[in-house]
């Protein structure tokens, strides 16, 4: 068993070219067992999209932090 399996994981990308890494480590810490949920900033999605963060993590991608639908979450 590994140390980050079950685990629950946030990771807010920022706008950079090396956010397309992000991808990289949203794959290997799901191939570890980990959950991934992501936050995009605005500029971050100038590198990925949204649509590639959720396929990788199997998890909705948050974008917008004052969004009235995500309150409930």
Same mark, same amino acid.
């Given at each position: 068993?590994?140390?980050?399996?079950? &685990?629950? *994981? #946030?990771?807010?990308?920022?706008?950079?070219?090396?956010?397309?890494? /992000?991808?990289?480590?949203?794959?290997?810490? %799901?191939?570890?067992?980990?959950?991934? &949920?992501? *936050? #995009?900033?605005?500029?971050?999605?100038?590198?990925?999209?949204?649509? /590639?963060?959720?396929?990788?993590?199997?998890? %909705?991608?948050?974008?917008?932090?004052?969004?009235?639908?995500?309150?409930?979450?």
């Amino acid at each position: 068993m590994n140390n980050i399996e079950n &685990k629950k *994981i #946030l990771l807010i990308i920022c706008g950079g070219i090396s956010a397309y890494k /992000s991808l990289e480590i949203i794959r290997l810490l %799901k191939k570890q067992g980990a959950t991934v &949920k992501s *936050i #995009l900033t605005q500029s971050a999605k100038k590198f990925v999209t949204p649509l /590639s963060v959720a396929s990788l993590s199997q998890e %909705k991608v948050y974008d917008d932090l004052f969004s009235h639908e995500n309150e409930s979450e």
